[in-house]
Antibody, heavy 121, light 111 residues
């Protein structure tokens, strides 16, 4: 069955970077876009970026331009997202999700369990 | 502040129906037939309920239905059950700076 397994919780200082992983199984990793969505406490989800594992293409929401780097390891079916220059506003649960439908972004049929990232001095 | 507007909370009794609205603009909800809905329990990943406005993935009960009129999409849950008590998130394709936009979520209480 399709599964997205994410790395464990992180605690970071302001100004630091964090690198999250999302390991796909149960399907062809290169066949589907991977999206990153975060949800801060008490807020709705916020779309951050998508990554095309087949070729490495990326697209980011403007507010994350220059701070997000996405990579992948096709041998293990793992996608990575690194977020730099962290501030307390980046404290959130970060999800990876498989994109489907129009433009590979119309909906998300499988989600990872999420990774809690806490930014605190 | 979320791009799409949802009521913070709704409630209903077992067996009743509830409808959750999701209002956007002509650049997202109104401009595309790509609205999706997710059910989310605390501490769990979202689960896809509805995609492309009114389509249900296999395994989702037909008690859940979606629709859209203009810039507002709706999720209707009929025959409410206790296990439906959760948060419900709407999402729309936007194809601008932000490819995808979400609502703030609606908490459903089954009385």
């Amino acid at each position: 069955q399709v599964q997205l397994l994410q790395s464990g919780a992180e605690v970071k200082r302001p100004g630091a970077s964090v690198k999250l992983s999302c390991k796909a199984s149960g399907y062809t990793f290169t066949g589907y876009y991977v999206h990153w969505v975060r949800q801060a406490p008490g807020e709705g989800p916020e779309w951050m970026a998508w990554f095309n594992p087949n070729g490495g293409g990326t697209n980011y929401a403007q507010k994350f331009q220059g701070r997000v780097t996405m990579t992948r390891d096709t041998s293990t079916g793992t996608a990575y997202m690194e977020l730099s220059r962290l501030t307390s506003d980046d404290t959130a649960v970060y999800y990876c999700a498989r994109g489907r439908g129009y433009d590979a972004s119309a909906y998300f049929d499988y989600w990872g369990p999420g990774t809690q990232v806490t930014v605190s001095s | 502040q979320s791009a799409l507007t949802q009521p913070r909370s709704v409630s209903g009794s077992p067996g009743q129906s509830v409808t959750i609205s999701c209002t956007g603009t002509s650049s997202d909800v109104g401009g595309y037939k790509y609205v999706s809905w997710y059910q989310k329990y605390p501490g769990k990943a979202p689960k896809l309920l509805i995609y492309d406005v009114d389509k249900r993935p296999s395994g989702v009960p037909d008690r859940f239905s979606g629709s859209k009129s203009g810039n507002t999409a709706s999720l209707t849950i009929s025959g409410l059950q206790a296990e439906d008590e959760a948060d419900y998130l709407c999402c729309s394709y936007a194809a601008r700076d932000t490819y995808v936009v979400f609502g703030g979520g609606t908490n459903l209480t089954v009385l």
